[in-house]
C-alpha cells in the first residue's frame, strides 16, 4: 500500500508562528511571505473540510488518518502506525512543503516536520497516484510520500539519510515559546 499525504506540511504551525513572532520575522523576511502564510492555511483548511465532508474512508481512496489541528505530521504518521497496526517508510523530501514555511522555519529555528500540520490527511491506498490527482482536483496539495511495510518499523528517509520515528515530541511551536519565555 502506498504512503499519500494530502495538504502542505506544516501550514497550521507556519501560520501560528507569524502571529506569536511576527515582529521578529518582520526583520528577516518581506510582509508578503507573512501574510501568505495565514492565507495558505485558510486556504488549505477550506479545501480541506470540503475534501473531508464528502470523503468516507473506502477501497477507492484507501484509508485516512486525519491531522488534526495541533499534530505534526510526525504524530500523524506515529499514530497512523499505530491504528493501521503497520510500519512505514516515509520521504521525507516528498511531502508537499510551501516555501514560505521553510523561510519561517529557518528563521524561528523550527523543525517543520514537528511542526503543527492540521488540516493535512494521510492515506494508505493500492494507487497513491489516483488518490493524489483526486486530492488536487479537490484544491489540495498531495503526493506519494512511501510506503507501508509489514513490520513495525518507522522510516524516514532524507536524501541518504534513513532514521527511525520516535515518539513524537511536543509541537516544535510550543517548544520554541518555551524557550523564548525563559
Known amino acids: 500500500m502506498e504512503l499519500v499525504m494530502g495538504g502542505y506540511l506544516a501550514l497550521e504551525g507556519t501560520a501560528a508562528a507569524v502571529k506569536l513572532a511576527e515582529s521578529k520575522l ?10 501568505a502564510a495565514g492565507e495558505l492555511w485558510e486556504e488549505q483548511s477550506r479545501a480541506f473540510r470540503r475534501f473531508a465532508a464528502n470523503r468516507e ?3 477507492e481512496y484507501g484509508s485516512f488518518y486525519y491531522i488534526e489541528e495541533g499534530e505534526s505530521l510526525f504524530h500523524g ?7 493501521w497496526k503497520t510500519g512505514f517508510h516515509a520521504d521525507l523530501l516528498r511531502l508537499p512543503l510551501r ?8 528563521c524561528l529555528e523550527l523543525n517543520p516536520y514537528g511542526l503543527r500540520s492540521g488540516g493535512c490527511l494521510l492515506a494508505a491506498c493500492e494507487n497513491g497516484g489516483q488518490l493524489v490527482r483526486i486530492l488536487r482536483e479537490n484544491g489540495l496539495a498531495a503526493g506519494v510520500i512511501g510506503e507501508l511495510t ?20 511536543p509541537d516544535e511551536l510550543e517548544r520554541w515559546a518555551a524557550g523564548v519565555m525563559q
Open 57 to 59: 474512508p473506502n477501497e
Open 77 to 83: 504518521l506515529w499514530q497512523l502506525s499505530l491504528l
Open 150 to 169: 509489514d513490520n513495525r518499523d518507522k522510516l524516514l528517509t532524507h536524501g541518504r539519510t534513513t532514521s527511525c520515528l520516535n515518539r513524537p515530541e
Open 99 to 106: 516555501q514560505e514555511t521553510v523561510e519561517i522555519c529557518e
Open 26 to 35: 518582520s526583520v528577516r523576511l518581506p510582509q508578503e511571505l507573512l501574510e
